[in-house]
């Protein structure tokens, strides 16, 4: 398979789409307005990297393009992995939403329309439109369809839902509402809007692909992160914004084979997308360790203890959540339709293993370069006439220039002590609920309760009830963060 080029991915943003950037207002063409041009330009090189020789080992195997994999495999599993890990570590995991995590939606739809047991030409369509994504590298990003605030407040709750079906016609249906936060909506070309959207199509759930550029759909990203303009100073931050958003669809039409009935649930969509984003996570957190190995040896601290216990505190952080992410991938799921899932119970505990350790990790390496951390010079100050002798004298030495360790510190500040790692750090404990969804999902995915349990009872010398503990699985959940709109007279 042939992959899309950077420049022709570039060229298809230029496409009419209405998008406004909080605090900036419209942007005429996202790959030239300062808020979205360097998350263009990344884009653009995800795609190139694929025609990069030096690439091809980790991007391309005997089925093609390994991003675009279908899993049938535990070695399918595997393969993919380490193209992910290896694309993710590129922008130290904060580019969650790329080409490929666009595939792995396409693959979530076809599942669920299969899970949901709908009709041929609803598993058709959805395997049509993932074989499209695959072969043109289409840029599809993921909304869950929540209602924005606003809705969820309203007196009625019949209308607090996000979206609803308008119209019909042989064409498709006429969908009209909004949507809240999803990620990358300025630069994907298709926005998948889950069943959390609360449409209804004949008594089930629908969903929906919507193109970025639809008339009637209006794009709103939150305010680009704070970061200094000088890249030297601002090495992540300056390049790798997503920029999440909402969806705002005025009477927008959805042609009958981008409109999928699934169950109300969105987590069969999300299965292979939990793994993906597990492993952006993993590559934040080595990225982190990498910082913290470079930053030990750029200071002369490699062999002082203290900080050694620092680094094998990363280390052993990084080394859990891997060997979840191995564990996934060999002991995998096979879901009814015959693909190849990473096994949820591992990912589970991976992402709670990750969750509950990013706030130390990032404590610790703001304190391995200890005050040089705060007052790194930048290029500029290094190349001022009054500055740079005395720069040199304070930040030379032990085989670094004042400029390469300056540059070094300042990576490690923009990595833990940027708008951007605040925006990630936020995002990422919201968006799919946290600890305390991925404990639910643990709960749920779970398969030796009463195994674990009836093993141990068989060794005690004496007859025992059977244990049965499926309620613990079976229970519902608690509802996530509801909403109660204020009684009247209320405040």
């Known amino acids: 398979m042939s992959m899309r080029t950077g420049a022709d991915y570039r060229n298809s943003l230029r496409d009419g789409r209405r998008v406004f950037v909080l605090g900036e207002g419209q942007v005429d063409d996202v790959t030239r307005h300062p808020a979205t041009a360097a998350m263009v330009d990344d884009y653009v090189a995800w795609y190139d990297r694929h025609d990069d020789p030096a690439w091809k080992e980790t991007l391309f195997g005997p089925g093609g393009a390994i991003d675009y994999l279908v899993p049938r495999t535990s070695d399918d599993l595997v393969r993919m992995g380490k193209c992910f890990s290896a694309t993710t570590f590129l922008s130290a995991g904060n580019v ?3 080409p490929a995590y666009g595939h792995l939606i396409a693959l979530g739809i076809l599942h669920a329309v299969n899970a949901h047991q709908g009709s041929p030409d609803q598993a058709a369509n959805a395997e049509a439109y993932r074989a499209e994504i695959a072969r043109t590298g289409r840029f599809l990003t993921f909304a869950a369809g929540a209602a924005p605030i606003g809705y969820r407040l309203r007196e009625d709750p019949t209308d607090r839902v996000a979206l ?6 042989e064409t498709g249906v006429v969908v009209r509402g909004k949507i809240g936060m999803h990620t990358s909506p300025a630069f994907a070309e298709d926005v998948y809007i889950g069943a959390i959207n609360g449409a209804v199509l004949d008594g089930q759930r629908a969903t929906f692909v919507v193109p970025v550029n639809a008339e009637g759909v209006t794009v709103i990203c ?5 970061r200094d303009p000088n890249p030297f100073t601002s090495p992540l931050s300056s390049r790798f914004d997503e920029l999440d958003g909402q969806m705002w669809l005025d009477d927008v039409v959805v042609p009958w084979n981008r409109v999928f009935v699934t169950d109300p649930s969105p987590e069969p969509i999300a299965r292979w997308l939990f793994w993906h984003q597990l492993y952006c996570w993993l590559s934040k957190a080595e990225f982190t360790l990498g910082l913290g190995l470079a930053c030990a040896h750029a ?4 062999r002082h203890e203290a900080t050694i216990d620092y680094l094998l505190d990363l280390i052993t952080d990084v080394q859990t959540v891997r060997a979840c992410q191995t564990a996934a991938e060999r002991d995998p799921e096979m879901t009814v339709d015959g693909y190849c899932s990473p096994n949820h119970s591992h990912l589970a505990a991976g992402s709670i293993a990750m969750l509950k350790a990013r706030r130390r990790m990032a404590e610790i390496l703001r ?12 290029d500029k100050d290094l190349e001022d006439a009054a500055l740079a002798a005395g720069l040199e004298e304070s930040f030379a030495g032990g085989g670094y220039t004042a400029r390469q360790r300056a540059a ?4 490690a500040w923009d990595h833990v002590g940027s ?7 936020v995002f990422e404990l919201h968006a799919n609920g946290g600890e305390v969804s991925w404990r639910g999902r643990l709960r749920k995915s779970f398969d030796r309760y009463n195994v674990l349990a009836n093993a141990v009872l068989q060794r005690l010398d004496l007859p025992m009830p059977a244990v049965n503990l499926d309620s613990i699985r079976d229970a519902p959940l608690a509802a996530r963060r509801p909403v109660t709109p204020p009684r009247p007279g209320e405040r």
Do not use: N
């Open 164 to 169: 609803r079906i308008v119209g019909r016609s």
């Open 222 to 226: 939150r305010k680009r992160s704070a």
């Open 96 to 98: 969650t939403h790329t």
């Open 367 to 378: 304190i391995l370069p200890g005050s040089s951390l705060v007052v790194a010079p930048s």
């Open 419 to 425: 708008a951007l790692d605040q925006r990630e750090h």
């Open 299 to 302: 200071m002369g601290l490699s």
């Open 408 to 411: 070094l510190l300042q990576m």
